[in-house]
Nanobody
């Protein structure tokens, strides 16, 4: 299995930037899809960005133009560069992975491997 560990969360003011990192250990070759999700208490978990093994990405509408997901398969790392952060970006951010060849739309039920989450808080 794959173990995932997120880092890079924190508190920033609106308009600021953060870079999240997900480190994967274990057998990562099966992680054809990796993704970032976020969740606010009482709300459903939503996909923010997903990236396939070769780098094809898909973003939530709210993230387009502001967030960039990348993965380095040689280092087994996943990143999310977040720019121009807004208060509505405040959430717990999770790294996730599954062994499919493609991301299949970022449905969270398809992801069997999850990190513990890292908190992002954006203040006015």
């Amino acid at each position: 299995q794959v173990r995932l560990m997120e880092s890079g969360g924190g508190s920033v003011q609106a308009g600021g930037s953060l870079t999240l990192t997900c480190e994967a250990s274990g057998y990562t070759a099966t992680s054809g899809c990796m993704a970032w999700f976020r969740q606010v208490e009482g709300m459903k978990r939503e996909m923010v960005a997903e990236i396939e093994f070769r780098g094809t990405t898909t973003y939530a509408d709210s993230a387009k133009g502001r967030f960039t997901a990348t993965r380095d398969n040689t280092k087994n790392t996943l990143h999310l560069q977040m720019n121009n952060l807004k208060p509505e970006d405040t959430a717990m951010y999770y790294c996730a992975a599954h062994d499919g060849d493609y991301c299949y739309g970022g449905n969270p039920v398809l992801f069997g491997d999850w990190g513990q989450g890292t908190q992002v808080t954006v203040s006015l």
